[in-house]
C-alpha cells in the first residue's frame, strides 16, 4: 500500500508522462500558437519537476517503494539509503 | 509541438515553403556567427559588450547542434529508433529506468557540471578573451560533444558498460589497464587541484571560513531532516539547507567585523590545507548517509541555481570586456601561469572544450536511462554544449574585470611581489594600470582584508560574478554579500567533489588490491576502508601541500598537470570510439573522431614535454629542480620542493607513456581491421525491437 505522499508524487511524475518512460499523448494541443505556449507551461513545469525529484533522488525513492510495495517511513527510508548509498558514492563527480 | 497532418487550415504552410523558410533562418544564423564572430575576432583598440561573445556562442552550438550533430547521427551512428535500450530491456527500477529525455538531459547535465569549466577559463583569460573563446566553442562543438556523444551511444548499444570495459573489449587488455590507470591518476590531481582552490579561495579570509565551516552542520541537520522527519523529502531539506547556507553568509559578514571571532576563523593556507585533508579522510570513512549524501544535495540545488542566476545577470546587465582579445601574456610569460597559447590555453581551459571525466558519466549512469537511441544525440551532444555555456559565461566574469584587477588577484607572491605598493607597480608596468589604494577598496567591498595573490581562479571568479551581481541587483551595498555567496558556492561546490571523488577512489582501490588479498576488496571491512582512505588523502595531500607551500609552483604547475591529464583521459575515449567507428565499417567517417583525437595527442603531449623538458624553470619541472639545486642554500623545504618537481615529472612521464601505449595498440588495431587482417566486428548487443515504438503509435 502506497500512502499519500507517494500517490501524490507519481501524480506529479505522471501528469509529464513520467520521470519513468509512458508514451506521451499529444491530443488536446490547441491549434493556435498563443494558446499551444500558454498550454505548454504546465507540461515545462511538471518537466522541471520531474527532474528536480531525478536529481535529487525522490523519485529513486518513490520507485524503491513500488518495487517493495511498502509505504514510506523513516525506516523505509533508511532502508532505500542504504541500497542507494554504494551505488550513488561509486558516480564519480565531474570537474 | 503540433502534430503533422494536425494543424488547422489557416496555419498550414507548404513544404516548399516550410523549406525555403528553414534555408532562409539558417542561412541569416549563419550570417549572424560570421559577424559575431568577426566582432570578437577582429575587434581591436575598443572594448566590446560580452553580448557578442554570448551571441557567437548561440550560433555556433545552434548550428553545431542542428548540422553536426545531425550528420554524426545520420551518418556515423545510424540511430536507430527502433532499438531498445538497455533502460527499456534491463529495467529493474533501480539504475536501469527508462527515463524523458528532458529529465536525462538535466541529470546529466548536472553530473557533468563541475568546477572545472568555471576556473579554467578564468586562468586562461590571462592571454586576453579571444583564444580562450575560440578554444571553447570550437573544441566543444567539434570535440568534446562529439565525445560525449559518441561514448554515451556506444555504451548504450553495450547494455550501460563503462570506458574501461569498453577499450578492453573493442581495443584489448592493455587498452583498459590504460583506462583504468589513468582515470586513479586524473583523480588524484583533481582532488589536489580542487583542494588548492578552496585554500587559496579561503585562506586569511574569516568570513569565508565560517560560511563554509557552517555547510557541515547545515548538511548534518539536512541529513536528519530527510531521514526523520520528513523521509525521502530531499528538495525540502535542500531548500531548507540553502535558506540556512544564505544566513550563514549573512552571519558570516558579522564574524568578518568582531575582533573576538574573527581569529578563530583566520586561517593560513598551510592550516587550511591540513584542515581540508582530515576532512577528506572523514568524508571517505565515514557512512555515506551522515555527511556526504547531504552536502551533495545541498551543492546541487546551489549549482543550478547559480549558474541560472549568472547567465541572467549577463543577460540583463550585458557587461562591457575590460580585458582585451589578446594581451602580452601570448609570448608564455604570464604571471597566472607560464606557457605559450599552445599547448597551454588548450590544456587550461579543460572542460569547457573537451573532458576526458565526461566520458566516465555518459559511459556512467545516464546510458543506463536513455529509453530511445535518438535521445542520446540531445543528452550526449547537447549537454555538453550547456556545459561549454557555462565556460563562456566564466570567460566573461573574469573578462569584464580591469586587466589590472584580474592580474593582481591571480599573479602569485614569487612573480610579482608580496607588498601592495610593489605588486600594482609590476602589473601596472605590465600595461595593465592598478593602483594599491584601488585594490584596497576592492577588497573593503567585497569583506576581505586582501585580494593580492588569490590564485587559483575562484576568486577572480567570485569578483566577476559579483559584479555582474551586485549591478543588477542591490548595488554596491551587496557587492560583499555576493562575493562571498560566489565563493561559498565554488568552495562548497569543489569540496563535494573533493570527499565524492576521495570516495570514488577509495573504491577504485579496494577494488584493485581484492586481486591482492580478498578482504582488502570488502568495502564494510573498517580496517580496508580506513588503509584505502588513508592512501587516496595521502596521494592527493601530498599534491596540495606542494602546492601550498611552493611560492612559484601551486596552481602554476598543477593546473597543467590535471589539464593535460584530464585531457589524455579524452584522448582514450577518443581511441575507443575511432576503433569502434573504424569496427563499424564507416572509415569514411573516421575523421569525426580521429581530428579531434590527433589535436589532442598533439595538445596534450607538446604540454607534458614542456612541463617535463622545458628549459624555463616557470615551465619545466626538471629546469626548476636545476635553479632550486644551483641557487638555494640545501635545506629540508629545498629538498622536498625537488622531490616534488621530481614527483610531477614522473607522473607526467607516466601518464604520456600509458597513452601513447594505448593509442599504439589502437593504431595497430586499426590497420589490421582496415587491411582486413581483422575481422571488423564489434561488441554490441544483439538488436532487440522496442515497444515504445509500438506504444507510441496506437
Redesign the interface.
Known sequence: MKNE?TTANQGTAGS??????E??S?EG?A???CS?AVACWPRVAA?VA?????????S?????L??NRIS???A???A??E?N??????????? | ???EG???ND?RISRPMKSFLGILVQAGLAILTALALGIIALHRGEQINAMWLLLAACCVYFLGYRFYSKFIAAKVLALDAQRATPAERLDN???F????K??VF??HF???????PLVGPVLAAQFGYLPGTIWILLGAIFGGCVQDFLILLFSVRRDGKSLTEMAREEIGKLGGFVAYVAIIGI?VI?LAV?ALIVVNALKASPWGVFTIAMTVPIAFLMGFY???LR?????EG?ALGFVLVLLAIWVGQWVSRSAVVSPWFTWSAPALAIVIIVYGFAASAL???LL??PR??LS??VK?GTIGMLALGITALRPTLHMPPLTRFVDGSGPVFAGKIFPFAFVTI??GAI?G??S??SS??TPKMI?REPETRMVGYGAMIAESMVAVMAMIAACVLQPGTYFAINSPAGIVGKAPEAAAATISNWGFPVSAQGMHALAQSVGEQTLYNRTGGAPAFAVGMAHIFSSSLGGQTLMAIWYHFAIMFEALFIL??LD??T??GR?MIQDALAHVWKPLGR?SWYPSILATSALMVAAWGCFLWQGVKDPLGGINSLWPL?GIA?QLLATVALCVATTIVIKMGKRRFTAVTLVPLLWLVAVTFTASWHKIYDPNPRIGFLAHTRQLGSSAAPSLEVARMILNDRLDAVVTALLMFLVALILAESVLLWVRVLSGRRPAAVKEVPFVMTR?AA??Q?
Not at chain 1, 509529464?16 to 518512460?21: A, C, E, S
Not at chain 2, 523521509?231 to 528538495?235: A, E, N, S, W
Open positions: 505522499e509529464l508522462g513520467g520521470t519513468r518512460y508514451p506521451a499529444r494541443v491549434g493556435n500558437a499551444h518537466v520531474s527532474l528536480l525529484r531525478e536529481i535529487f533522488d525522490e529513486a525513492y518513490c520507485r524503491f513500488e518495487r514510506s517511513s523513516t523505509a527510508y533508511a532505500f539509503r541500497e548509498d554504494r551505488l550513488k558514492a561509486q558516480r564519480p563527480k565531474c570537474c | 509541438m503540433l502534430r494536425n494543424e488547422p496555419m527500477g533501480r539504475d529506468v527508462p527515463t524523458n528532458w529529465v538535466g541529470h548536472a553530473a557533468i557540471a563541475g568546477p572545472g583523480i583533481l580542487c530527510v531521514r526523520s523521509p525521502g523529502k530531499v528538495l535542500s557512512p555515506v548517509w556526504l549524501a551533495d544535495y546541487t540545488f543550478l579543460a572542460c573532458s571525466f565526461h566516465l558519466i556512467g549512469t529509453r563535494t567533489v565524492a571523488g570516495r570514488v573504491f568495502t590535471f584530464n515504445f506504444e507510441e496506437t
